[in-house]
C-alpha cells in the first residue's frame, strides 16, 4: 500500500538547469508527488542553512552542479533512502558511502543517451561525405569539386567502429541499422551472438581499428580503458580514417592524438578532450582535419526536459511504493556510460 504521508524531497543541483529540467507541468507533479520546496536548492551538504531541510530528507533529485554524494552527505542527512539523479552517469558523483548505505539511486541516464547517440550519428553521416574537408576546400577556393576531389566521397558500405556497447553504443546501434553500413563492435562484454542480435560484427579492439572507416568510442571512463587508444593503437586505423568521441577525452592519449592529427594522416570529430576545455594553445583547435565542439552532445536546451520527465516519474513510482524502473546499481557502472 502507498505510504499516506508523501516524502520530503530536497533539490541538489545548480538551479541554472532548473528551469529546463523541470519546467511548470513537471514542477507540479513533483510538488504533488513529494514534499517539495522549489526554492529551497542545496549546493553544499555542509552550509549551515540547509542543515534542517537535510536532516529531514528522504528523497535527494540531483544533476549537474551537485556535490558529491559522500560521508558528509549521509552525516547531514541520516534519513535519505533515494537518489534521484536529474543526469547521465553517477559514477564521478556517488561515493562508496552511499552504495554501503544501501541507499537507492535512480538515474535519467538513458534520456541523456539519445542526444549522444543522434550526435554520433550526424557527425558518421557528415563524415562519410567528407563534409569537414569539403567545407576548408570551399572556403579556400570557393569553386566546387572536382569529380577526382569526390573519389573517395559517399557512405555506401562504409565500416563502422563502434567501441563500447553501453546505452549510447547501443542506442547509436539502433540507430545505424537503417543505413548502408557495415557495422563492427568492439565490447569485452558482449559474446558474438549478442553482437551479432545488434547488428554488428564482434571484433577485438585492435582488429576493429584495423577494419574501420570510422571510429566511435562509448566505452565509460574507468581505469581499465584509461588511455585505450595510445599511440600504437592509434597507428592503426587506417589512413584518412576517422576518429570520433563523444565519451571521455581520458580514453586517448592526448599527444599521440595530437600527433596523429598534426600529420594529416586521420580526421577526429571531439566532442570531449583532455583536458576539458584544451588550453588556449592547442593545435586542435587550428587544425583543419578536427571538428571540435564544446561537450555538446548530451542533453542541452529542451532535451534536458526529458531528464526531468524520468526523475518526475521516478518520484511518482516511488511515492506510490511502486519499483523505480530507472534503477542504477553499482556493479553496472563498469559498463555504462
Known sequence: MPSTQPPRAVFAIDPVHLPLLFPPPL???????????????VRDFADPSAAPALADAEVLITGWGCPRLDADLLAAAPRLRTVLHAAGSVRSLVGDALWERGITVSSAVTANALPVAE??????????KDTFTHRERFRATHTHPS??????????????????????????????????FTILLHDPYVSSVEAASLGAELLSL?????????????????????RMLDADRLALIRDGGVLINTSRGALIDPDALVGELASGRLHAVLDVTEPEPLPPGSPLYRLPNVFLTPHIAGSLGNELER????VTEELERLASDLPLLHEVRHTDLARAA
Do not use: C, K, W
Open 206 to 226: 585492435e582488429d576493429l581499428l584495423r577494419s574501420s572507416d570510422i571510429v566511435s568510442l562509448h566505452a565509460p571512463d574507468i581505469p581499465e580503458t584509461y
Open 27 to 41: 514542477l507540479a507533479r513533483l510538488r504533488q508527488a513529494a514534499a517539495l520546496d522549489p526554492a529551497l536548492v
Open 307 to 310: 531528464l526531468g520527465r524520468i
Open 119 to 128: 550526435y554520433t550519428l550526424a557527425m558518421i553521416l557528415l563524415a562519410g
Open 147 to 180: 569529380p577526382a576531389e569526390t573519389a573517395a566521397t559517399g557512405n555506401v558500405g562504409r565500416r563502422i567502429g563502434i567501441i563500447g556497447a553501453s546505452r549510447v553504443g547501443r542506442r547509436l546501434l539502433e540507430l545505424l541499422r537503417p543505413f548502408d
